[in-house]
């Protein structure tokens, strides 16, 4: 059973979501946030295949500098703590958390930690809670997240051209593992596709010159994150010097660039919705064991 899974038990009073009266569950979304509207869309279409579900849904955005900004413009968004608070206030007894994280680095760990806070600060007004995991955690998600990213690759790329996924990272929290594992799967069925990312160990420097050595006339970039938001936009795709496209150029080469998250993706939102009805049925496993 997930740590998170075990401490968040000890909090709650057991039962299972599916016996459960639909008005009295609530469903957290819980992303790294966005305030750049077309990125959005990405986060969106996830909402949207949650609606599937049947139960409320309250969105939170774990970055602090994301919320501050949109709350500036007048568009506030729920912290964790916040979106666990206004559950109470809609009556929620039951209550299941999706991090749409893509690893469970710095951001899955600061939600893990509200959780936990909050329920200890206020306990005894819910009955359930659970977390579902962010997006790469088992071989199964692994081997998913590469074919729905294969898939999503233009057809317009040819053998001989390169493809670049430009990940987040980050060397907090179990995550920078899990891009490891992710790069070594992409490179594993096409040497010519490369995940770096924008913290963490997988450097873009390492990337390029294996692009040079393998005389690559053109590279696709994609973004290997939920939403395509300043890093995909600026830091991938952007005019300026030291972004990846500027720096293939530089090389000789010709970037294509592709702006669009992963939440778009069918087969990726499919990943989150079985994460959720997963810690679901771990809670009633738990109900068993204990
Ligand atoms: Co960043």
Same mark, same amino acid.
């Given at each position: 059973?997930?740590?998170?899974l075990?401490?968040l038990?000890m ?5 299972p979501l ?5 008005? /009295?569950?609530v469903?957290?979304?819980? $992303?790294?946030?966005? !305030?750049?509207a077309?990125?959005e869309?990405?986060?969106l279409?996830i909402?949207?295949?949650? /609606?599937?579900?049947?139960?409320p849904?309250?969105?939170?955005y774990? !970055?602090?500098i ?6 500036k413009?007048?568009r506030?968004?729920f912290?964790?703590?916040e979106?666990?608070? /206004? ?9 299941l ?5 893509v690893i469970?680095?710095?951001e899955?760990?600061k939600i ?13 007004r ?9 997006l ?8 998913e997240v590469v074919d $729905?990213?294969f ?7 040819t ?6 996924l430009?990940?987040?990272?980050n060397?907090?929290g179990?995550?920078d593992l ?5 790069d070594n $799967?992409?490179q594993?069925r ?10 963490g160990v ?8 294996e ?7 053109r590279?696709?970039l994609m973004?290997f994150?939920?939403v ?9 795709a952007?005019?300026?010097?030291d ?5 293939i ?11 669009k998250g992963?939440?778009h993706?069918p087969?990726?939102?499919n990943?989150?919705?079985r ?5 679901a049925?771990?809670?009633v ?5 204990k």
């Amino acid at each position: 059973m997930s740590r998170i899974l075990s401490l968040l038990l000890m909090c709650c009073l057991l039962m299972p979501l599916n016996a459960v009266a639909a008005e /009295k569950a609530v469903t957290i979304l819980a $992303a790294f946030g966005t !305030s750049d509207a077309e990125a959005e869309k990405a986060l969106l279409a996830i909402g949207d295949a949650y /609606k599937k579900n049947n139960q409320p849904i309250i969105w939170t955005y774990s !970055s602090n500098i994301i919320r501050a900004k949109l709350a500036k413009e007048g568009r506030p968004v729920f912290s964790m703590s916040e979106a666990l608070d /206004k559950a109470a206030s809609m009556g929620a007894t039951n209550v299941l958390i999706q991090s749409l994280h893509v690893i469970p680095a710095e951001e899955f760990c600061k939600i893990e930690r509200m959780v936990i806070e909050n329920l200890i600060a206020k306990p005894g007004r819910f009955e359930s809670v659970i977390l579902g995991h962010s997006l790469l955690e088992s071989g199964q998600d692994l081997q998913e997240v590469v074919d $729905a990213t294969f898939a999503a690759i233009p057809k317009e790329r040819t053998a001989q051209e390169a493809v670049v996924l430009m990940g987040h990272g980050n060397n907090r929290g179990p995550g920078d593992l899990t891009l490891i594992a992710a790069d070594n $799967a992409f490179q594993k069925r096409d040497p010519l596709v490369h995940l770096a990312s924008v913290e963490g160990v997988l450097t873009f420097n390492d990337v390029l010159p294996e692009l040079v050595k393998a005389g690559v006339k053109r590279v696709w970039l994609m973004p290997f994150m939920i939403v395509a938001g300043d890093h995909a936009k600026n830091d991938m795709a952007g005019p300026e010097a030291d972004s990846w496209a500027s720096q293939i150029r530089a090389a000789g080469m010709e970037p294509i660039s592709i702006v669009k998250g992963m939440g778009h993706n069918p087969a990726i939102q499919n990943i989150f919705l079985r994460h959720s009805a997963n810690a679901a049925d771990d809670l009633v496993t738990g109900k068993k064991n204990k």
